[in-house]
T-cell receptor, first 111, second 113 residues
Framework: SQQGEEDPQALSIQEGENATMNCSYK?????LQWYRQNSGRGLVHLIL?????REKHSGRLRVTLDTSKKSSSLLITASRAADTASYFC???????????FGTGTKLQVIP | ETGVTQSPTHLIKTRGQQVTLRCSSQ?????VSWYQQALGQGPQFIFQ???????GRGNFPPRFSGLQFPNYSSELNVNALELDDSALYLC????????????FGPGTRLLVL
């Protein structure tokens, strides 16, 4: 079963614009991670935010976490055509490394 | 590149057959997890191996089984294939149980006819 629901399911923006995608999850977590997937291939880890953190930055990425609402957002600033991909949130919980993925947001950046 | 490799890249099987997928972990990683990703969905956790022992399992039937070898490479075996087993199968390795980050391979795309 999927832990997270992401919205929007699909997003199309112009190059240079910002892209925001949201993730909601159901159970308490240790951390939340965002991954990128190009063309149905392997996943690339983008950023991790721990349950006691509220905001984190990495380059053009900004992630927020609200554990009271069980939600997270990923902001990609100044988007590029190369950012076109599917983005997944994933939560880590439990005693072993069971990572539970959301349903994903498909981002298209138009040059 | 994560250093995690998977073989084969693509595979076509017929219903009822058995399949073995392989994963070579990144050097120094003793933990491997397998995921199934159906078209248009997020990956779903199948199971995890740590030092050759199964360390956790998702909601998959026993016909999904695995092995981890002393060099930490891994296999996923699926018996009695069903049409719904058609998916991208991803493995991910990490340096230990305490690691927060996993490194994914490129996946094996399985089509069951």
């Amino acid at each position: 079963s999927q832990q997270g629901e992401e919205d929007p399911q699909a997003l199309s923006i112009q190059e240079g614009e910002n892209a925001t995608m949201n993730c909601s999850y159901k159970t308490s977590i240790n951390n939340l991670q965002w991954y990128r997937q190009n063309s149905g291939r392997g996943l690339v880890h983008l950023i991790l935010i721990r349950s006691n953190e509220r905001e984190k930055h990495s380059g053009r990425l900004r992630v927020t976490l609200d554990t009271s609402k069980k939600s997270s957002s990923l902001l990609i600033t100044a988007s590029r055509a190369a950012d076109t991909a599917s983005y997944f949130c994933a939560t880590l919980s439990g005693g072993y490394q069971k990572v539970t993925f959301g349903t994903g947001t498909k981002l298209q950046v138009i040059p | 590149e994560t250093g995690v490799t998977q073989s084969p890249t693509h595979l076509i099987k017929t219903r009822g057959q058995q399949v073995t997928l392989r994963c070579s972990s990144q050097s120094g990683h003793n933990t491997v997890s397998w995921y199934q990703q159906a078209l248009g969905q997020g990956p779903q956790f199948i199971f995890q191996y740590y030092r050759e022992e199964e360390n956790g399992r998702g909601n998959f039937p026993p016909r999904f089984s695995g092995l981890q070898f002393p060099n930490y490479s891994s296999e996923l075996n699926v018996n009695a294939l069903e049409l719904d087993d058609s998916a991208l199968y991803l493995c991910a390795s990490s340096p230990g149980l305490g690691s927060e980050t996993q490194y994914f391979g490129p996946g094996t795309r399985l089509l069951v006819l």
